[in-house]
């Protein structure tokens, strides 16, 4: 690590570090990393020198600091924990914290899945039990497709060629050098080979979707040492009608609106709430509306990337959450709105993530017609004695970058442009971050991530892309921003949409665009 780039650093900040502070840093390769939780500490204390006995005071401050930094930082930081002593376990703080699952049921809105962070510690063996556990559910859902014939237990496979179905876990995936792809598959009783030829064009296709730890079904001729594959099967989503509504109601979806930011789009959010409140003429869709979603990210949060706070109008948490309240809080108070969080909301990146932390977000809370959830979540709207209801599934969406570049199709559809895209392949997955490298995430015995209910609605944000298009009968909706276009997102080529708000019509499934973006922008 160049420790001149981090003592400068220092002193551009108004503090010091002494040397065994730094040369705790030596094998943390994440400069970046390090200049955020070096910030963090002396903002937290007001300390002007930083000594490693302020950092072993701190320590489960430090732990929740890296907690919260994004995967790739966190990777690099492993070895700095075991320096600090630091546990794995998850902080005593925030595993009290008071999680609330608000109004379970609020006036037509019924929160289906709850989340409460657990208190324990993390072994090797809950990583395990995770993915047995997911493979046992998958395999309940694939051994009713019908193009998987009697599938079996690896280890019941002969050693004569014949026939055969399977269903397991892709451990790896490699060309071999005649360009045919070569996956590991597992299950609970063996591993072996399948091989998808390259002259079978369009299982050739398939199988380049193919991501890691995803679970499928494999249909050819083989034996117990290798399969060669004539088709795969996946999990799928797939709902044979599309639900209508007896009752006249609307549903909005929004996001990414980044309060705080100094690109925060507060003029148009305010024409937003004037438009909810009935003051635009030759509206009469408005009086219908009465769900709003929000998918994540609705603030612009503090330190989620080194010296963030030059991007901020607003740098106390506590206050972007004030200030976006008394926005919420002018929308007329028989709109239901349902919050869940994403990665710029001050609560962890590990998913599934807690609902927006109370001390923080304190004011938002008090927003009498405010349900909050977690991240992913299940939501029912519209339910009434004679109809169900529509079943809602809200997920931010971060994983969403991983698969836009790993899987070869989404790359060409360029899809972080299209998030529709990678909703489909999510859909198809069944699943909300298959590979285990897309997302952190807390790997409790039942995995959360699995979308075992199909939704009859999906929606997403943090593409900062408006999306809506149907997969197999379920709307997929991704929300657009309310923050302006950002040096990093030009830097990366997206094309961020703004101010765009899909209409949905629980009757008459119409679908309407309100556009609430200024020409200048």
Not at 37 to 55: A, C, G, M, P, V
Not at 457 to 474: D, E, R
């Amino acid at each position: 690590m160049n420790t001149h780039d981090i003592l400068q650093f220092c002193l551009e900040k108004g503090f010091l570090l002494d040397n065994e502070v730094l040369n705790m840093f030596n094998e943390t390769t994440d400069v970046n990393a390090v200049k955020m939780i070096i910030e963090r500490i002396k903002d937290s204390t007001n300390q002007k020198i930083i000594t490693k006995n302020l950092f072993n005071q701190n320590k489960d401050k430090v732990f929740q600091i890296i907690s919260t930094l994004p995967k790739e930082n966190q990777q690099c930081l492993e070895k700095l924990k075991i320096k600090l002593g630091l546990s794995i376990e998850i902080s005593k703080e925030v595993s009290e914290e008071k999680i609330i699952q608000r109004d379970a049921e609020f006036n037509g809105v019924k929160v289906l899945s709850s989340f409460s962070n657990p208190s324990k510690k993390l072994e090797v063996n809950d990583f395990t039990l995770y993915f047995r556990n997911r493979l046992s559910e998958m395999r309940k859902i694939l051994q009713g497709n019908s193009s998987l014939k009697n599938p079996v237990s690896i280890n019941k496979l002969s050693s004569n060629r014949q026939n055969i179905s399977i269903i397991g876990i892709v451990s790896n995936k490699s060309v071999t050098k005649n360009k045919n792809i070569l996956f590991d598959v597992e299950d609970l009783t063996g591993k072996m080979r399948v091989l998808i030829s390259q002259s079978n064009a369009k299982l050739y296709e398939k199988a380049e979707e193919v991501c890691l730890d995803s679970v499928l079904g494999f249909s050819g001729i083989g034996n117990r040492e290798i399969l060669f594959a004539n088709d795969i099967a996946f999990p799928e989503c797939s709902l044979s009608e599309r639900k209508r509504s007896p009752v006249d109601e609307n549903v909005l979806f929004l996001g990414d609106l980044h309060y705080g930011s100094k690109l925060f789009l507060e003029n148009n959010f305010v024409k937003f709430i004037d438009y909810l409140n009935g003051r635009v003429p030759d509206t009469p869709e408005v009086e219908k509306i009465k769900y709003l979603f929000l998918v994540g990210d609705i603030i612009a949060g503090v330190g989620n990337y080194p010296n963030q706070e030059r991007d901020l109008k607003v740098k106390d948490i506590e206050e972007q959450f004030m200030g976006l309240s008394q926005l919420l809080d002018k929308i007329r108070k028989d709109i239901r709105i349902i919050i869940s969080p994403g990665n710029h909301d001050g609560v962890r990146l590990m998913e599934p993530q807690p609902p927006l932390k109370e001390r923080f977000a304190w004011s938002i809370y008090d927003l009498k017609n405010v349900i909050l959830t977690g991240n992913p979540s299940w939501v029912n709207i519209g339910s009434t004695s004679g109809f169900s209801g529509f079943d809602v599934l809200t997920y931010h969406g971060f994983s969403f970058p991983y698969y836009a570049n790993t899987i070869p199709k989404l790359i060409v559809d360029d899809a972080l442009n299209f998030p529709d895209k990678i909703m489909t392949y999510l859909l198809k997955n069944r699943h909300l971050a298959p590979a285990h490298s897309s997302v952190q995430y807390f790997p409790s015995e039942e995995d959360p991530l699995m979308i075992k209910k199909i939704p009859d609605i999906f929606i997403s944000g943090h593409t900062h892309k408006s999306a809506l298009s149907y997969y197999n009968n379920i709307l997929m909706a991704s929300v657009s921003s309310w923050e302006s276009k950002t040096p990093y997102q030009e830097k990366m080529g997206n094309e961020p949409d703004f101010c765009k708000v899909p209409l949905f019509n629980l009757k008459t499934r119409s679908i309407k665009i309100l556009d609430f973006e200024d020409e200048k922008n």
